[in-house]
């Protein structure tokens, strides 16, 4: 396993991110508020996935109310070496460490998670719901 826990946002290739490709035994933070249909979207495709395939992929679901969110976003963002305006809604999602649970690379947010089940696990995601209150 290295050691190296320096992360960096996704390196951008004629405007559009390298597609991230998880690790079978990745463990990934879905971060979001309780009532962002973003984040449940997210929360509820990373179950459908774990439903449908066999993965070594686990996930933490941290989820909170907004202000709680925003407040810890910031902190996951500086731990991920990143400015608190470089990712601004909910869910962020990043992967961590599976020995410490540091936060080691940012995925972005649900439609880059989705994006990535979709692509790499041949996944459909659940619908986005709607606006909630």
Not at 23 to 45: M, S, Y
């Amino acid at each position: 396993m290295s050691t190296d826990t320096t992360a960096t946002a996704p390196v951008l290739t004629e405007g559009k991110k390298q597609p991230i490709i998880l690790a079978d035994d990745a463990v990934i933070v879905i971060c979001g508020f309780d009532r962002c249909r973003n984040h449940i979207r997210a929360r509820d495709t990373y179950r459908k996935l774990q439903k449908e395939k066999e993965t070594g992929v686990k996930a933490i679901l941290w989820e909170s109310d907004r202000d709680t969110f925003h407040i810890q976003r910031v902190k996951f963002l500086q731990e991920l070496h990143m400015e608190s305006d470089q990712h601004k809604t909910s869910p962020l999602i990043f992967v961590v460490d599976k020995d410490n649970l540091k936060p080691m690379q940012y995925i972005g947010g649900g439609s880059d998670f989705v994006e990535i089940v979709q692509r790499q696990f041949d996944v459909e995601p659940v619908p986005l719901g709607p606006i909630l209150d």
